[in-house]
């Protein structure tokens, strides 16, 4: 009983806190159109219409009046447009910060010294990511990036002895982390941005829930993880990768990006003589929606 | 952009060399390693199988790295003394060492056999068996077979039973009495020296010896479950070293009408101190043959002493906590952790070999939590009501068994 009370609150605070998620991104959507429509015509239905595009004679002579507007020559030759709302006045709007939220699932696996449990064979495992982001533009190509995470880091283990196989003895363990990476954004492209993330974070392991099938029962059942004294739930490590982004309408940017996480702190307390090492590695795939400031 | 890329190589370099690297687990039953000709590497090769293979971390307050740090030196110096002149240490010396090691760890199945590297002289400590004797209603006790049939035949000759019957199988003993009461009603009463009454009552018996002891649980099951003027059942677990934990079925499940659960277990699932599964409820079933004790309202009574070991501590903790249960006698021996058959599926539990190696070291597999009452591995079960045989003999608790079943 206690175990299925566990699970439905494990459930609870997910939703929980996958809901403070999503109603953020709605809050900060729903916040940018009116602004959008500020600077936009819109036709007899309240639709917005696309401004007339920019001709490139008024953007060489400057005669579009926007102190954004530029034209850049890529080395193949081929001209775009650095920013195509080109009739806002950006002065007010100069997007030195942005604020939003992030989505994604994350794949987890353990690197870990398991000795002569050779029958043990460890799996990677899925799970969800969510929390709120922000940048601060210190220049063109370089953004500081700081995120607040709800970063699952599941993983699994299987018996491999035939008989144990036979009876499909595993765990599989769910760990909810709260993390905070900061990074450096460095930033490339126009009006589709590609961005490369380093930096650094910091975390705590909140708790989890193991769904197992063991010797003694004949179910499968889950159950709210234990700690031991032996859990050392402070985490810590590196963090890099990859996204682009590009803003759809003025405000609002959404970006896309795969970040991996290289947890430089062991989750088991290092013991006086025995240093029993497992790491976690998280790979981060997911989706953004920012405020720009 | 160039330079941005190096310092991202540069970071990644930086990174792979940041994580600690793990030590290997030594595996204490490994055939390279149970042979050796050095004390350091046995204690070595124990400490490490403890530090895997003990099911209690979680509860033991010895400190076990402490341990190493601090006798380590003390068989390096066995070694040095071994290579000077060839000296092996004494018997006392060497479990003094081992003594030392384990003599706080709470697991009371726990017993070393350790072989001396040079000489192969084999040498038994259990830390448990030390503690019980030392406990003050324990010293200058007798214990054991031989003396519970001389006591058994007090009982005879006092009148506290009617007569009886003495079983022996192997090692094995047990014997099946009769009280009748003044009013005609009957007491049915078993003691047996270990626990193996399920697989007993499936054999024939090659012995007449054999052939008693398994008609002596037969005839007590009979009449357990089918005496019409039944007054109470005595079910004797005093100086019973233990055994098969399926017997519950017979000597609580017989009694029952809803499953009891009794306590919940758990081992490890990992070669780490505190790698535990969950705590898993173990429950005892309702036998088919079955008798409500309940509605009948016919006691239930355990006797136990400081040598009711193991599943005899198990069956009377449950007894004491049935309807009509009740137990009378010493506080038991204080092993309850249970040991399963196939070690190699867990992470913890007995390992070496003895007739191979040079070392064997028998520990419990499961932690058992009592419902209610929690871990009382090494502490023991607590009577309901306390009688000592250093106070009243072994004739006390019997006498305030039948006292009470007269009474109630």
């Known amino acids: 009983m206690n175990n299925i009370t566990h699970f439905r609150r494990g459930i609870g605070r997910t939703l929980g806190v996958l809901g403070i998620v999503v109603s953020t991104t709605v809050v900060l959507t729903m916040s940018a159109l009116p602004m959008y429509a500020q600077g936009q015509k819109t036709n007899n239905r309240g639709m917005y219409t696309a401004p007339a595009p920019v001709q490139r004679s008024e953007i060489r002579s400057g005669r579009s009046g926007v102190e954004y507007e530029k034209v850049r020559r890529t080395r193949r030759g081929a001209q775009y447009k650095s920013h195509r709302y080109s009739d806002i006045d950006r002065s007010a709007h100069p ?27 460890f799996k990677g495992g899925w799970g969800a990511n969510a929390g709120v982001t922000a940048t601060f533009k210190a220049l063109e190509w370089l953004s500081i990036r700081a995120d607040v995470l709800f970063t699952q880091k599941n993983f699994g283990m299987e018996r491999m002895q035939p008989e144990l196989r036979e009876q499909n003895i595993h765990s599989d363990y769910m760990c909810h982390y709260l993390q905070i990476p900061v990074m450096a954004d460095w930033t490339f492209g126009g009006e589709i941005k590609s961005h490369i993330y380093t930096g650094a974070y910091g975390g705590a392991w909140l708790g989890g829930n193991v769904s197992r099938k063991t010797l003694l029962v004949t179910d ?74 | 952009m160039k330079h941005k890329l190096l310092y ?78 060839g000296s092996v240490p004494d018997s006392l010396t060497f479990i003094a060492l081992y003594q030392d090691a384990t003599s706080s760890l709470i697991d009371h199945h726990l017993v070393l056999r350790l072989r001396d590297v040079h000489t192969d002289q084999l040498y038994v400590y259990s830390p448990g068996s030390e503690e019980v004797k030392s406990r003050e209603y324990v010293a200058g006790q007798k214990y054991g077979k031989k003396v519970m049939k ?14 009886g019957t003495w079983g022996e199988k192997g090692d094995d003993a047990n014997f099946f009495g009769i009280r009748t ?19 007993s009552l499936k054999e ?44 519950l079925e017979l000597v609580v499940g017989s009694f029952i009408n809803e499953k009891v659960h009794y306590a919940d277990l758990r081992y490890k699932e990992g070669p780490g101190r505190y790698d535990y599964t969950d705590w898993m ?48 006698g010493e506080r038991t021996y204080g092993a309850h952790g249970q040991l399963m058959p196939y070690n190699t599926y867990f992470h913890d539990g007995t390992f070496g070999d003895i007739n191979n190696g040079k070392h064997y070291v028998y520990t419990s597999s499961l932690q058992v939590r009592f419902v209610d009452d929690g871990i009382l591995e090494g502490v023991g079960i607590t009577p309901t009501k306390a009688i000592y045989q250093a106070e009243d003999g072994y004739i006390g608790a019997m006498n305030k068994a039948l006292d009470y079943i007269k009474a109630y």
């Open chain 2, 281 to 328: 409820p173990a429950y005892v079933e309702p036998a088919a043959k079955r008798r409500d004790i309940e509605t009948e309202n016919i006691p239930y009574i355990v006797l136990t002493n400081a040598y009711s070991i193991s599943m005899a501590e198990t069956s009377s903790e449950i007894i004491k906590k049935l309807p009509t249960g009740r137990m009378i």
């Open chain 2, 150 to 163: 001389e006591e058994i035949q007090k009982c005879i000759d006092q009148k506290l039973l009617d007569a």
């Open chain 2, 181 to 199: 009461l003044d009013d005609g009603r009957k007491v049915a009463y078993l003691w047996q020296s270990s626990y193996n009454m399920l697989a």
């Open chain 1, 220 to 293: 499968e059942y889950r159950a709210r993880y234990e700690f031991t004294p032996e859990d050392n739930r402070i985490d810590g490590g590196l963090v890099g990768g990859l996204g682009v982004s590009w803003d759809p309408m003025p405000y609002l940017r959404i970006g896309f990006e795969a970040l991996f996480y290289y947890s430089m702190a062991n989750t088991v307390k290092r013991q006086a003589l025995m240093n029993d090492t497992r790491y976690n590695n998280t790979v981060v795939v997911g989706v953004s929606t920012k405020y720009v400031f």
């Open chain 1, 95 to 121: 997007g030195i910060w942005t604020l939003g939220a992030t989505i994604g699932a994350t794949y987890n696996w353990q690197t870990r010294e398991a000795g002569y449990a050779y029958d043990m064979s």
């Open chain 2, 8 to 85: 991202i190589i540069a970071i990644s370099l930086l990174v792979t060399g940041c994580r600690q690297k793990g030590d290997i687990y030594v595996d204490p039953n490994d055939p390279m390693n149970l042979n050796y000709t050095s004390y350091a590497k046995q204690f070595d090769i124990f400490w490490q199988g403890m530090n895997t293979y003990y099911v209690f971390w979680s509860e033991d307050e010895t400190d076990w790295d402490d341990v190493y740090t601090r006798l380590k030196p003390k068989f390096d110096a066995l070694d040095e003394a071994y290579k000077a002149d």
């Open chain 2, 204 to 247: 024939e018996g090659e012995t007449d010896e054999e052939r008693v002891y398994i008609n002596n649980i037969e005839a007590w099951m009979d009449m357990c479950l089918t005496e019409t003027r039944l007054a109470g059942i005595i079910l004797d677990n005093r100086c019973n070293r233990g055994g098969k934990v399926a017997d």
